[in-house]
């Protein structure tokens, strides 16, 4: 599971990607005033064994953002 938290206004675009390219990619809408949550669930087997790479892109500098990747055992 890939999930991303953020305020500030505005939004962040979120991308995974693994050897074979693109798995998941999704956007969070960061409210000013509270946090926006967003995350997706890949099924086992989605992500190729081994590296990996996320990309979190704010649509402006003012967004806080935190991301967390959750492996199941």
Do not use: K, Y
């Not at 990619?25 to 995350?39: I, L």
């Not at 669930?41 to 991301?67: C, E, H, K, Q, Y």
């Amino acid at each position: 599971m890939l999930t991303v938290a953020c305020e500030g206004g505005g939004s962040v675009a979120v991308s995974m990607d693994d050897q074979r390219g693109r798995v998941a990619d999704f956007s969070v809408d960061c409210p000013a005033d509270h946090v926006g949550v967003g995350s997706v669930t890949m099924d086992p087997g989605v992500v190729a064994p081994g590296s990996f790479t996320i990309g979190v892109d704010a649509s402006n500098d003012t967004i806080r953002w935190s991301l967390t990747v959750t492996q199941p055992e």
